[in-house]
């Protein structure tokens, strides 16, 4: 074993390489430091996003994000809205179809996928509407409202008009200028004055025509896909849901009723076609003439929503899961 005045001594020779190899290290990078020139300061990125792999796409989203909650602040504080209130309706006929993916994706350089898509076309249609709302108050009521009020509503109408499609721009701009314009999934009037309707139901889809029974017809006829109901629906119970409608509004056989029906099943295209049917039923009923024509529509539709075929019912199939043998059933399973 080794002394203690050894050992202390045996670290005093050890130790001095030691130091002069981090003087001449120190005198090194001293003179390296004093020769090469400094290393350029690095440009502060724009935004936040700029360390992500898709700056744009983030940047749209918080920029969206931003603008409705500036809008949904200002009209609570205008007392226009209560606080934490639900965002208005859209107005009757102000469903405007977005850039497509495609447009949408050479707007923001980048290629976008179906969900990051409908990530920024529902922000858009929720800051949509909160336009009406706030066009309504504070530019047509410019006495009232502030410099900073009108310059936020004027930012938010072109943001959205950047991001409509340019065939629906002008649309976008007098949305809700007119209630009598309709869509074809709540029923409207064609250019040959027939009330048109859409519906769906499953995996089916519908398109409906309505015409007035005219004078000295007997009744009415529905055909389907160029058959007569009777011969396109074989099952009873379709071919009552199909004229279910009818017969709540009391109107059974006083019009011309002509579908196209596609995709799924029998009961799928019966059920999409009494949704379109009575969405054309409500739309026919609206050109119709006299004093009481407005409150016999009126009447006709509370009927209709309130027992429901004026919306499209919600179920599908459900799919099948992973290990299961359907979409609940289980594989039968024993311990040993």
């Not at 076309?121 to 410099?147: I, K, N, Q």
């Not at 995709?263 to 799928?268: D, E, I, K, T």
């Not at 009575?278 to 009923?285: G, I, W």
């Not at 407005?294 to 290990?323: F, N, T, Y």
């Amino acid at each position: 074993m080794l002394g203690g005045p050894f050992r202390a001594a045996l670290a005093r020779v050890y130790a001095v390489p030691s130091v002069r190899m981090a003087h001449s290290a120190a005198g090194a990078m001293s003179l390296s430091t004093h020769l090469s020139p400094p290393a350029p300061e690095r440009a502060k990125p724009a935004s936040p996003t700029y360390y992500t792999t898709k700056p744009s796409y983030m940047d749209t989203l918080q920029m969206l994000d931003q603008l409705t909650r500036e809008v949904k602040r200002a009209l609570e504080q205008a007392y226009v809205l209560a606080p934490n209130a639900r965002p208005p309706p859209l107005p009757r006929g102000a469903t405007v179809p977005w850039l497509s993916r495609e447009r949408l994706s050479s707007k923001l350089g980048m290629a976008l996928r179906a969900s990051q898509y409908s990530s920024v076309s529902s922000r858009l249609s929720l800051l949509l509407r909160y336009r009406e709302v706030a066009v309504a108050h504070f530019l047509r009521d410019a006495e009232h409202t502030s410099a900073h009020e009108r310059e936020l509503v004027q930012q938010v109408v072109e943001v959205l008009d950047s991001f409509a499609s340019e065939h629906r721009r002008e649309q976008l701009a007098h949305q809700g200028a007119s209630e009598s314009g309709g869509t074809s999934a709540r029923g409207l009037i064609d250019e040959q004055g027939r009330a048109y309707a859409r519906g769906r139901r499953k995996e089916s889809s519908a398109r409906v025509w309505m015409v007035r029974v005219k004078d000295g017809v007997p009744a009415g006829q529905i055909v389907v896909n160029n058959a007569p109901l009777h011969a396109y629906f074989m099952r009873t119970a379709h071919r009552e849901q199909v004229t279910w409608p009818l017969k709540l509004a009391g109107v059974l056989g006083m019009y011309h009723v002509f579908a196209i029906v596609r995709g799924g099943g029998a009961s799928g295209q019966a059920g999409a076609l009494a949704h379109g049917l009575a969405n054309a039923l409500v739309a026919a009923l609206g050109t119709a003439e006299g004093e009481q024509a407005a409150e016999i529509q009126a009447r006709v539709r509370h009927v209709l929503a309130k027992d429901g075929v004026l919306l499209r019912d919600p179920r599908m199939v459900e799919r099948k899961k992973p290990g299961l043998a359907k979409a609940r059933k289980a594989y039968t399973w024993v311990k040993r």
